[in-house]
Every structure is written in C-alpha cells, then in structure tokens.
C-alpha cells in the first residue's frame, strides 16, 4: 500500500534545461510512482506563459503526471513565482490538484503548513509590490490576452531582468523573515512549515510559545543533482534523486 508522501520545488523546467527534465520525468516514473502523494511547492517551470503553451518539453511532462495520477497517486501543485499563471487547464490535462498559497495538510496528527516561500521572504519590498500587482486578475487577464509568441518573448526577457535584479539585492533581503515565519505559523496553527523558493535547502528547528517548530527549505533541482522530502516511517527524511 503506497504511504510515502513527496515534497519537492524549484525544479525551473525548461528547454535549455534537458539534463533536469529528464531527472524529472524518471523520478515520476521510478520514484513517485511508488508513492501516495505527490507535492509539488513551486517553480515546477522556469517561466508558464499560460495553458495554452505547448512548446517542448511540456507535452512529455503534461503526458508523464497525467500517466502517474491515472495510477493513483495524488498530485498537489502550489505556484511559484515563476509558474503563478499556471491554471484549471493545465490541472484538467494533469489530474493534478492546484493548492492555495498557503495550503495545510496533516500527517500522522501533525499539521503541516506548505506555501513556496516567496511570501515569507517580506524585506524584499520590491518583489512584494510586483507580486501583489502581478495577482490581480486584470494583470493576468492583459498578459494572457496577448499573442503567444510574444508572451514566449516577454518571458525570456523577465528571466534576464530577474537575474540581474537579483544580482542588486543582499542575500538577507532574498531570505525568508522570520518574523512573518511565526506569523504564519501561527495563523494556520502549525508547528511545521515546508518551502522553496530561496534555494537553500536546510532544517532549521526553533521554539514556538514554548514547542519546537521546524522548517524545512526544499533544494532547487540541478543538472547534476537533486534532492527530494520524503515523509516514511512517519517521519520526514530527505532522499537523492
């Protein structure tokens, strides 16, 4: 009986990353395949332009999850800041289960808080500002007007202005705040909370009103390697992938 439960993020699918869409598509079907669920914490691509994108190679990973939540394994996906257009569509071709920004599960009585993490990372006002903006139903009804063509054009245009953004910032502004950690936490009611987004996969235990709290920072995906949080044994463990 599949008991596993999966967490992963910050894979950045793209084309010009063929060496990661491989490892992806075998751990679908040597990995997950085993498991009962899959969650996925955002940033599964490196930039979705909409549903209707159909460009290489996202037929063989639409074809690949619809195969795998056809066997029964469940499939969660919360947005990243790179995939927030992500839609029902793509869910419909999928069988996957879209979450919330902030989604709650449990395991073995634990309550487990999930969101990809560029919520918590609340000093980088500029980011929060766009982010706020980029939201909103009438900036996503303008971009996902536009001809697809030109939305494939403005997406590599953001991920260069990303990069060289990120280059002006200090890594603390780029790191979640821990002061909205606890805020979360304590408005959902969690001890344990699970994220990406920074890339810098760690455990950091700490005390929360006198209990230990945990989060756990998920491991963006390279050419080379990845890692994966594996819930087994009623305990979280992390594996190679």
Same mark, same amino acid.
């Given at each position: 009986m599949k008991q596993d439960v999966l967490f992963i993020s910050d894979l950045h699918l793209a084309l010009e990353k063929p060496e990661i869409t491989r490892r992806f598509l075998g751990f679908l079907q040597q990995r997950v395949i085993e498991a009962? &669920? !899959?969650?996925? @914490? *955002? =940033? !599964?691509?490196? $930039?979705? %332009?909409? =549903?209707?994108?159909?460009?290489?190679? %996202?037929? &063989? %990973?639409?074809? $690949?999850?619809?195969?795998? &939540?056809? $066997?029964?394994?469940?499939?969660?996906? @919360?947005? *990243?800041?790179? =995939?927030f257009l992500l839609g029902q569509d793509f869910c419909r071709e999928t069988g996957i289960r879209l979450l919330d920004e902030y989604a709650t599960i449990e395991l073995n009585g634990q309550r487990i808080l999930l969101t990809h993490g560029d919520l918590l990372c609340s000093d980088d006002l500029a980011y929060q500002a766009f982010r706020s903006k980029s939201h909103s139903p009438e900036w996503q009804q303008n971009v996902l007007s536009k001809p697809l063509w030109l939305r494939l054009i403005a997406a590599r245009w953001y991920r260069l202005r990303s990069y060289y953004h990120k280059r002006g910032k200090t890594l603390d502004i780029m790191d979640v705040n821990q002061d909205t950690v606890v805020e979360s936490l304590h408005k959902y009611g969690c001890c344990t909370l699970i994220h990406g987004h920074t890339h810098r996969p760690k455990l950091h235990e700490f005390m929360l009103d006198g209990r230990p709290a945990r989060r756990y920072v998920l491991a963006d995906w390279k050419p080379d390697g990845a890692e994966v949080l594996c819930w087994k044994n009623n305990d979280f463990q992390t594996e190679s992938v």
């Open positions: 009962k &669920s !899959l969650y996925i @914490l *955002g =940033d !599964l691509f490196d $930039a979705w %332009i909409g =549903d209707d994108d159909n460009t290489r190679p %996202i037929p &063989s %990973i639409k074809n $690949a999850l619809k195969q795998l &939540s056809d $066997a029964g394994t469940e499939i969660f996906l @919360l947005q *990243g800041n790179r =995939d």
